[in-house]
């Protein structure tokens, strides 16, 4: 079965609060809303960790009144982080499709940190919305591996 070789293992293993603000004197009810998102990736190589943060304000008037970023630690199954690995270009090149799903579960996690760090303030009226991941990972993505070079004496 084609599906079953295309099936990446992973685990979400840690879940961070990177930052979380609340900055009521830049808020105004009624005036309009922008959004702004972004998007950190980062790797451990040794334990085979795989980390998205995402992060996102709430802005009026230039000024972000609700700030938050979350990470989503993943720790990848040794065979599809072996697959992901080019020891001769030292990189590990994670591919879009895969790269996407995990951001598409930081950003849900995002969403429920939000609703419990808002929650019985007027603040938790702000949802985050549905976003198009794929117009946030647009290609695969690759980490530089440093290697230590071990010398025999």
């Given at each position: 079965?084609?599906?079953?070789?295309?099936?990446?293992?992973?685990?979400?293993?840690?879940?961070?609060?990177?930052?979380?603000?609340?900055?009521?004197?830049?808020?105004?009810?009624?005036?309009?809303?922008?959004?702004?998102?972004?998007?950190?990736?980062?790797?451990?190589?040794?334990?085979?960790?795989?980390?998205?943060?995402?992060?996102?304000?709430?802005?009026?008037?230039?000024?972000?009144?609700?700030?938050?970023e979350v990470g989503c630690h993943f720790s990848?199954?040794?065979?599809?982080?072996?697959?992901?690995?080019?020891?001769?270009k030292t990189e590990l090149k994670v591919p879009?499709?895969?790269?996407?799903?995990?951001?598409?579960?930081?950003?849900?996690?995002?969403?429920?940190?939000?609703?419990?760090?808002?929650?019985?303030?007027?603040?938790?009226?702000?949802?985050?919305?549905?976003?198009?991941?794929?117009?946030?990972?647009?290609?695969?993505?690759?980490?530089?591996?440093?290697?230590?070079?071990?010398?025999?004496?």
């Amino acid at each position: 079965m084609a599906e079953e070789t295309n099936k990446i293992g992973f685990a979400l293993k840690r879940i961070t609060t990177e930052q979380f603000a609340i900055i009521e004197s830049a808020f105004t009810d009624g005036k309009l809303v922008d959004l702004k998102a972004g998007l950190r990736f980062g790797m451990n190589f040794e334990n085979k960790i795989i980390s998205v943060v995402f992060s996102t304000n709430l802005i009026q008037d230039k000024s972000p009144f609700l700030i938050i970023e979350v990470g989503c630690h993943f720790s990848i199954r040794e065979e599809a982080w072996d697959s992901f690995y080019n020891k001769n270009k030292t990189e590990l090149k994670v591919p879009r499709g895969f790269i996407g799903h995990l951001v598409m579960l930081t950003i849900g996690t995002t969403r429920g940190v939000l609703h419990s760090k808002t929650e019985n303030t007027p603040f938790n009226n702000f949802l985050l919305p549905t976003l198009n991941v794929n117009e946030m990972v647009k290609q695969d993505v690759i980490f530089k591996v440093e290697v230590e070079k071990n010398e025999s004496k």
